[in-house]
């Protein structure tokens, strides 16, 4: 779908964040020009679209507890990979899981999913219940922890 | 839009600030006064929503409030991306990676491949552009993982220790 020039101009307004304000879909309308209702009505329609996943706060895992985050790296028998990449995605625990490209010879994996806990001890769970589900189909496996959050600003797009 | 939960049962959040996290988690309302129907749902004034959403953002338990953009819907793109940075020259990098309007979000990570980041613009040729700059101003080979499928997105930790229907999705 194509972005016409109010919504460039409405993502790079809210991009950041909504303002703190009482009515802050006004708030950003007085910003475009335009009014509070025009903005709501055509944030209903990008969800609708799925142009927004959804409007909300993001949290500092970290700062909730969470504290092992493990990205789990496999390399998983091309045929099957979508099957299962599909299973892996449905585990309660995996919050993002992908297909990617292999970077041979030092990366042969293709499959990633995003494991969080408590403790490191939890990842390594998920990661097991993970690892059974491939079976056969899984040649090789890491599990990358992130030991610092450098940035965590969201997308910014630049001025169109 | 389906999604994991977990629940953290040990955290240190105030109980009330937990909840309200809980609760903004998603469907913000699009209404006049949408602090004010979140604050009637959790029995809080809309003033005690607002500052307490602030004071949220500005320690940092929240990174960020407002409407996530899936910018692929409009021809932009997201790509994962590492470099491999030795680790003398870790900060300087960071420095450089982070500088980049473009750079998302940002982990180092146990591995090799010890900087791992996210690079997002409205269009594919933007992120190639940037994915360059930072391969030219680094001076190392920026690997890229561009997703080629996406099986599952969408984790919701909870900050509140109450169980609400656990790995509903």
């Known amino acids: 779908m194509a972005l016409d020039e109010f919504d460039r101009r409405l993502i790079a307004a809210t991009q950041s964040g909504l303002p703190l304000v009482a009515r802050p879909y006004e708030a950003v309308g007085a910003m475009l020009g335009v009014s509070g209702q025009i903005v709501r009505e055509r944030l209903a329609q990008m969800l609708e679209q799925g142009l927004i996943r959804r409007i909300g706060a993001v949290p500092n895992h970290y700062r909730l507890g969470y504290v092992a985050n493990g990205m789990t790296v496999w390399d998983v028998e091309d045929s099957q990979v979508d099957a299962l990449g599909d299973q892996v995605g449905a585990l309660p625990g995996v919050s993002h899981c992908y297909r990617r490209p292999r970077r041979l010879p030092h990366w042969p994996y293709n499959l990633f999913a995003m494991v969080h806990g408590r403790e490191r001890c939890e990842v390594e769970r998920q990661a097991q219940a993970i690892r059974q589900m491939l079976g056969d189909a899984c040649r090789a496996s890491d599990i990358l922890y992130s030991t610092a959050i450098l940035k965590k600003t969201g997308l910014r797009l630049k001025e169109f | ?169």
């Open chain 2, 1 to 169: 839009m389906s999604r994991a939960e977990l629940s953290a049962g040990d955290v240190q959040l105030d109980p009330v600030d937990a909840r309200l996290i809980d609760r903004l988690h998603d469907n913000f309302p699009l209404t006049e006064r949408p602090f004010a129907d979140v604050g009637r749902e959790l029995g809080l004034d809309e003033e005690t929503v607002l500052e307490r959403l602030r004071t949220l953002l500005s320690q940092g338990t929240l990174t960020r409030f407002g409407p996530m953009f899936q910018i692929e819907r409009a021809g932009g793109e997201f790509v994962l991306a590492a470099l491999e940075v030795p680790e003398a020259d870790f900060a300087r990098v960071a420095q450089i990676v982070n500088e980049m309007p473009e750079v998302a979000h940002n982990y180092r990570r146990a591995h090799r491949m010890n900087m791992w980041f996210v690079v997002a613009a409205s269009s594919s040729e933007e992120v190639q552009a940037a994915l360059r700059a930072i391969g030219e101003r680094t001076g190392l080979q920026v690997h890229a993982f561009p997703k080629e499928r996406e099986y599952f997105v969408g984790l919701r930790l909870r900050a509140g220790s109450e169980d609400t229907g656990h790995g509903t999705r």
